[in-house]
């Protein structure tokens, strides 16, 4: 069956916008972009815009319910009080925080998401409610042990769930809480790899010197090396292609070389690394390099929602002030990022990332009525600058309606978040008395 979607404004991404366009989808795939003279109006939005689905190239959907947590604090007692909470809930509480985020997602106008998954409960949330994934199951240490230990009980528990929506992954954790023999027994199970590179200047001084306010979080950590972690990566051959890092905002000009010679994909999040301190990525700067990018938000435990057009305007503002000019960014270049971008950076750009016959039909509605950006002008602008999850009509995976404002059931999912966001805070026992 062949089903039209039509509106104001279809952006293709890679290819010009379509005034009064439309999109075929045909058995799960796009058949058809055109304009709606040529492929007929089917069902029509108003005042809308349509976009492929935002691919969030970087998330931890188990830390939805985890906002505000230590705001303001350094990184150091910030994650303590992450470690320490997290310790408080179980498997069953995992997944409900995981499927509120995994909605959060689609209701954002998100139709895929690398997500770094610390327990592996992302994999069934994601399955679930329909939401493409790749699932890295995180992995830690100075052996490689937790592939054993820690990886393969996972990955056996969430089998169930994979397949061709939700894909499987590995992520060692990063350089100062994996090591180089981790990183390479990632890389030998021959699956997706994402990590955490180069996030925050505290991270930076420990790993070239030992010292600095993360001294005191070393205990079971490998030794620092003395160098970068993207240099320690680079010397010992563990920078390859298609590897997904997170952040690289504590970069050098050598260190960008490195990541632009080997291959590496980045997922930026300039919302997570701005409210913790961290400083801004050069974005610019590894765009120039070649190097391919994607958007990501983190999670709520920094970001601190899975919102992708707050997203998209944090890039857009930090590159600009960044730079100190409006070009440094484009609202075309931002919403590039969100979706061809992170699908590169995926490695699923033949799959995803832009509406292109042939590609699945993952694709998202944004109203843009009563907003200042109408009547129209630029649309990609009206998208980035004025777009926000409330105005996400319908999100689509491979041709499915699997979110549409007002017709979602949100109780039970925010219910059962909001429970193990209360099992989060419960006083741990030594304070109760
Ligand atoms: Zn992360």
Same mark, same amino acid.
């Given at each position: 069956?062949?089903?039209?979607?039509?509106?104001?404004?279809?952006?293709?991404?890679?290819?010009?916008?379509?005034?009064?366009?439309?999109?075929?989808?045909?058995?799960?795939?796009?058949?058809?972009?055109?304009?709606?003279?040529?492929?007929?109006?089917?069902? !029509?939005?108003?005042?809308?815009?349509?976009?492929?689905?935002?691919?969030?190239?970087?998330?931890?959907?188990?830390?939805?319910?985890?906002?505000?947590?230590?705001?303001?604090?350094?990184?150091?007692?910030w994650i303590l009080?992450?470690?320490?909470?997290?310790?408080?809930?179980?498997?069953?509480?995992?997944?409900?925080?995981?499927?509120?985020?995994?909605?959060?997602?689609?209701?954002?106008?998100?139709?895929?998401?690398?997500?770094?998954?610390?327990?592996?409960?992302?994999?069934?949330?994601?399955?679930?409610?329909?939401?493409?994934?790749?699932?890295?199951?995180?992995?830690?240490?100075?052996?490689?042990?937790?592939?054993?230990?820690?990886?393969?009980?996972?990955?056996?528990?969430?089998?169930?769930?994979?397949?061709?929506?939700?894909?499987?992954?590995?992520?060692?954790?990063?350089?100062? #809480?994996?090591?180089?023999?981790?990183?390479?027994?990632?890389?030998? *199970? !021959?699956?997706?790899?994402?990590?955490?590179?180069?996030?925050?200047?505290?991270?930076?001084?420990?790993?070239?010197?030992?010292?600095?306010?993360?001294?005191?979080?070393?205990?079971?950590?490998?030794?620092?090396?003395? #160098?970068?972690?993207?240099?320690?990566?680079?010397?010992?051959?563990?920078?390859?292609?298609?590897?997904?890092?997170?952040?690289?905002?504590?970069?050098?000009?050598?260190?960008?070389?490195?990541?632009?010679?080997?291959?590496?994909?980045?997922?930026?999040?300039?919302?997570?690394?701005?409210?913790?301190?961290?400083?801004?990525?050069?974005?610019?700067?590894?765009?120039?390099?070649?190097?391919?990018?994607?958007?990501?938000?983190?999670?709520?435990?920094?970001?601190?929602?899975?919102?992708?057009?707050?997203?998209?305007?944090?890039?857009?503002?930090?590159?600009?002030?960044?730079?100190?000019?409006?070009?440094?960014?484009?609202?075309?270049?931002?919403?590039? *990022?969100?979706?061809?971008?992170?699908?590169?950076? *995926?490695?699923?750009?033949?799959?995803?990332?832009?509406?292109?016959?042939?590609?699945?039909?993952?694709?998202?509605?944004?109203?843009?009525?009563?907003?200042?950006?109408?009547?129209? !002008?630029?649309?990609?602008?009206?998208?980035?600058?004025?777009?926000?999850?409330?105005?996400? #009509?319908? #999100?689509l995976v491979d041709?499915?309606?699997?979110? !549409?404002?007002?017709?979602?059931?949100?109780?039970e999912l925010r219910?059962?978040?909001?429970?193990?966001?209360?099992?989060?805070?419960?006083?741990?026992?030594?304070?109760?008395?």
């Amino acid at each position: 069956m062949r089903t039209v979607l039509s509106a104001d404004w279809v952006l293709p991404v890679g290819a010009p916008p379509i005034r009064d366009g439309a999109v075929a989808i045909e058995g799960g795939l796009i058949a058809a972009v055109g304009t709606r003279d040529e492929l007929g109006s089917g069902i !029509e939005y108003a005042d809308a815009a349509i976009l492929p689905g935002f691919v969030n190239a970087h998330s931890h959907l188990e830390y939805a319910v985890y906002a505000g947590f230590g705001d303001g604090l350094p990184f150091a007692p910030w994650i303590l009080i992450h470690v320490e909470r997290k310790a408080r809930i179980g498997a069953e509480e995992m997944e409900a925080i995981a499927r509120l985020g995994a909605a959060e997602c689609l209701a954002s106008g998100i139709t895929t998401v690398g997500d770094c998954s610390f327990k592996g409960a992302a994999a069934a949330a994601c399955a679930g409610l329909g939401l493409r994934a790749i699932v890295y199951l995180e992995v830690f240490g100075i052996t490689t042990e937790q592939l054993e230990t820690r990886f393969d009980p996972t990955r056996e528990r969430i089998a169930g769930s994979l397949g061709d929506l939700v894909r499987l992954g590995v992520s060692p954790h990063a350089p100062y #809480t994996a090591s180089p023999d981790l990183y390479e027994a990632c890389f030998e *199970l !021959e699956l997706p790899v994402a990590t955490h590179l180069s996030e925050s200047p505290d991270e930076d001084t420990w790993m070239r010197s030992g010292e600095g306010p993360w001294k005191p979080l070393a205990d079971g950590l490998p030794p620092p090396p003395g #160098t970068s972690g993207i240099r320690l990566l680079a010397a010992r051959g563990l920078l390859r292609p298609g590897m997904l890092a997170a952040h690289c905002v504590t970069v050098d000009t050598e260190e960008i070389a490195l990541i632009a010679e080997h291959g590496v994909a980045v997922a930026h999040c300039p919302r997570s690394n701005a409210i913790l301190g961290c400083g801004t990525a050069p974005l610019r700067e590894l765009l120039e390099a070649g190097i391919t990018v994607g958007l990501g938000t983190d999670s709520p435990a920094s970001a601190p929602s899975f919102d992708m057009f707050e997203e998209l305007r944090a890039a857009l503002y930090l590159a600009r002030a960044r730079e100190q000019r409006p070009e440094a960014l484009t609202a075309t270049e931002a919403l590039e *990022l969100a979706t061809l971008g992170s699908a590169r950076a *995926l490695g699923l750009d033949d799959e995803i990332g832009s509406l292109e016959p042939g590609k699945r039909a993952d694709l998202a509605v944004v109203s843009l009525e009563g907003s200042p950006f109408l009547p129209w !002008e630029d649309p990609a602008a009206a998208v980035v600058l004025g777009g926000s999850p409330e105005r996400v #009509t319908a #999100t689509l995976v491979d041709g499915e309606i699997r979110y !549409e404002r007002g017709a979602f059931d949100w109780h039970e999912l925010r219910q059962n978040g909001a429970r193990a966001r209360d099992r989060l805070l419960a006083l741990p026992p030594s304070r109760t008395r």
